[in-house]
């Protein structure tokens, strides 16, 4: 089971995956996406490659905690290309990923049972074929403090194995760190806890 603070979703763009089904060809991608602006510019690369290509049904689900998703049957029967493909996501456990499968019409009709069925089947090949990984939900906090707090503000960012993010040094010292969820309050109230040390969550 995975822990409460992680999710799974895919490293980078799958493999291409072709399916044949009665003269029909349905080619599937997987894409790792944060928003949904990404898939925008996925559809536009697929459909500049497969310029005679009928049909262009894909689902996606964003966010871990909210979860966000749609499905589009591009021209297709209603619930017979975007549903199949979402149900392998969902049967995947996975977010953050856009899945398309790209349909050439081989002039023979498959009929409402045959298409959720290629559908589901290259969606499920096409996400076999990617790399799938965990990854955790972080939060950001901003650190302010004076030089002379410096060695022990990174003293515990070197103990807890916090992942800085960016660091602004002025008259104050003020640096971004990405933490685990899981143990957010704690790292939250040590540093509370040292004088003149402040923190704040910005996620």
Same mark, same amino acid.
């Given at each position: ?18 399916? !044949?089904?009665?003269?029909? !060809? ?31 049904? #894909?689902? #996606? ?29 969902? /049967? ?24 959720? /069925? ?11 074929? /990617? ?15 004076? #030089? !002379? ?55």
């Amino acid at each position: 089971m995975e822990p409460s603070d992680s999710y799974k979703t895919i490293a980078k763009p799958s493999e291409e995956t072709l399916l !044949k089904e009665k003269s029909s !060809k349905f080619f599937g991608y997987a894409f790792p996406i944060e928003k949904e602006e990404d898939i925008t510019e996925c559809l536009e690369t697929l459909k500049h490659k497969h310029k005679t290509a009928r049909h262009f049904c #894909y689902a #996606y689900q964003l966010g871990t905690e909210t979860i966000r998703y749609r499905v589009n049957d591009d021209g297709e029967p209603s619930n017979s290309a975007g549903m199949p493909i979402y149900g392998q996501i969902q /049967s995947f456990d996975i977010t953050n990923v856009l899945v398309v499968v790209v349909r050439y019409f081989g002039g023979t009709k498959l009929g409402v049972g045959g298409l959720i /069925s290629a559908y589901k089947t290259s969606a499920k090949e096409t996400l076999e074929a /990617s790399e799938i990984i965990s990854k955790t939900i972080d939060v950001t906090f901003q650190i302010t403090f004076d #030089y !002379k707090n410096m060695n022990r503000v990174m003293r515990v960012i070197k103990e807890k194995q916090l992942h800085i993010l960016e660091q602004k040094m002025a008259l104050n010292c003020t640096i971004f760190i990405s933490v685990r969820k899981n143990i957010a309050e704690e790292v939250q109230s040590i540093f509370e806890s040292i004088y003149k040390v402040s923190i704040q969550s910005i996620s």
